[in-house]
Every structure is written in structure tokens, then in C-alpha cells.
């Protein structure tokens, strides 16, 4: 580790779930280390294979480090900031996608247009990426959908339609301006927005909504439970 180089990144957490990602490696990558000062706060981390817990100050649990290549879920019982000093990601710490689902880390140090973050991951139609709030789907030599920035922090699925593995890098420049593109696809709900951090993960629907056999464009479909 070299203290010359040396980077801080802060992750604001809210109460409830938070899908993180880091794009700093820190000199000590232990679960305990990163999540140092959080104990009386955060309830769960998990990636997709392994959990833990802080319990009467240890940490328990199948997870016991952390990386820049994957998204971790935390839940915390309050607000809070996650810090992490170390050294910046580069364009050797490479993302493996394989078929099917997969929990990856944005780490790039910049937001990017979706088309630019997965410029070199060769995406297939079909692929799916999805976010805690949005999701986008590829198709026909382009991302379609909610989702169209990727921001330094948050953490992403993917959902690879190949049969084979493949590894990429994020881009370590970025065209991205803030405020342009950011409403891409979305409109002004009607419905109370859901609030994403009570729940741990979320999924993603294509629906053609159509009246007396013709599509209704910009329909908004609310899925309402009990009274």
C-alpha cells in the first residue's frame, strides 16, 4: 500500500438496505477493517454466496473479506457513512461476468452512461443490468430502461444471457455530465414511489400494456398487497 496514492471513499448508507460497492482498495480488504466504527449500526452484509453479522463486537459469518469486484447488500438499523482509504481501482481490476446472474461492484472512480460502463464487456441480447432503483435491458446494440448511469458506490446484478464466462474493465475516463440523461425512461409516478432500502433485493418486469388491443404508452402498473 502506498501512502502516496492514497484515496478516500465515502458510501452514504440509509437505514434499511443498501446495495454497495467499492472502487478503493483498502490496505487491510477484512470485513471488520472496512466495516470498522459500523458495528452499532449495521445489521447484515452479504454478497451473493456468504453472509455475516456483527455479534457482541466479532464479526460471525461466512463473509470475512471484501472486494472491489463485487456488490454487498448491507442493512443497517440507521444512517450512516462508510469510509475507505486506500488505493484507487484501475483498469486491471477486472469484472468476471458468467452465465446467468451475477453480484458485480461498479468500481470505477467516475459515474458512466451504462453504454460506456459495459463498452468492453461485450454485452449479448437479452443481458439485464439492475440496480437497487432501476434496471435496463440490452437489446438491439443498446441499453433500453430506468437504469442509465452507473454511479460510483452502488452496486449492480447482471444477467448474462452467453454460455461462457467473459472479464472486463470499467472505463478509467468518462464522457458522463451530471443532470443529462439522468431521467432517461422514467416518468412522474402516480403511485407512491416503494421505498427501495426496506427490502433486500427487487425484481424487474417487460410488460406491454395495451387498451381495447392497442399499446398505451408511458402506462404506469401498480401491484397493491392486503388493504
Sequence with gaps: WNAS???????????????????????????????????????????????????????????????????????????????????????????????????????????????????DANPKDGDIVKGQTGFAIYQDYEWVGSLTTLVPGQGYMYYSTATDARSFSYPVTSSFTPG???????MDPTYEAVDNSIYSGNMTMVAVVKKDKIAVAGAEIGIFAGT
Design 5 to 119: 496514492n492514497a484515496k478516500e471513499q465515502n458510501i452514504a448508507l440509509k437505514a434499511g438496505w443498501n446495495w454497495v460497492s467499492l472502487n478503493i482498495k483498502p490496505n487491510d480488504g477484512s470485513l471488520k477493517s472496512v466495516m470498522n466504527r459500523l458495528d452499532d449500526v449495521v445489521v447484515t452484509v452479504k454478497d451473493k454466496s456468504s453472509f455475516a453479522q456483527p455479534i457482541s463486537g466479532e464479526w460471525l459469518g461466512s463473509l470475512d473479506k471484501m472486494s472491489v469486484r463485487r456488490i454487498y447488500r448491507i442493512k443497517t438499523s440507521e444512517a450512516a457513512t462508510m469510509n475507505i482509504v486506500g488505493n484507487p481501482t484501475t483498469n486491471e481490476d477486472e469484472v468476471t461476468i458468467n452465465p446467468k446472474w451475477n453480484w458485480i461492484g461498479y468500481n470505477s472512480l467516475y459515474s458512466s452512461y451504462i453504454d460506456e460502463a459495459f463498452a
Design 180 to 186: 443529462y440523461g439522468l431521467k432517461a425512461g422514467e
